[in-house]
């Protein structure tokens, strides 16, 4: 049986949720339905002002905090003889998630997970998968 996905992306934060996703990857390369997988975190580097003296060290430590993150779930997909590629960035979410889809050409899938919100911010901000579902132009399995 050939993979009904060539390349997925999976976006993933330090939630139960994106766990889950990580498990459900792991799952469906396992039998066959994607060739390969991307991990990918996205780490908030809003908060660093790089005009201050010492926000290269906030940034190095974002960066290996989310390295340690990937890790970890490397681990897990290991274990099950997945073998994903690693990818971090800093910045916004959603916004870097559809850049590194548009920008790559190759991803057909992306699965992630789906943090519950309350309404207020379900209403005001919107959550990252809602975004990326209605903007990507490839099949969005969102993990609940």
Do not use: C, W
Not at 98 to 120: A, E, P, T
């Amino acid at each position: 049986m050939e993979a009904l996905f060539n390349k997925a992306l999976v976006p993933v934060d330090d939630s139960e949720q994106a766990l889950r996703a990580v498990h459900k990857a792991a799952q469906l390369v396992s039998a066959g339905v994607i060739k390969s997988l991307v991990l990918l975190n996205v780490y908030d580097s809003s908060n660093v002002d790089i005009t201050k003296l010492h926000s290269q060290d906030k940034l190095d430590d974002l960066r290996a905090d989310s390295l340690e993150l990937l890790q970890r779930y490397e681990s897990i997909m290991l274990e099950k003889d997945v073998h994903p590629r690693l990818k971090r960035a800093g910045g916004e979410p959603s916004a870097l998630i559809l850049d590194v889809v548009d920008n790559d050409g190759s991803y057909d899938l992306i699965i992630m997970g789906s943090r519950k919100l309350n309404k207020f911010k379900e209403l005001t901000l919107g959550s990252v998968s809602d975004r990326v579902g209605r903007l990507v132009d490839i099949p969005v399995l969102i993990i609940k």
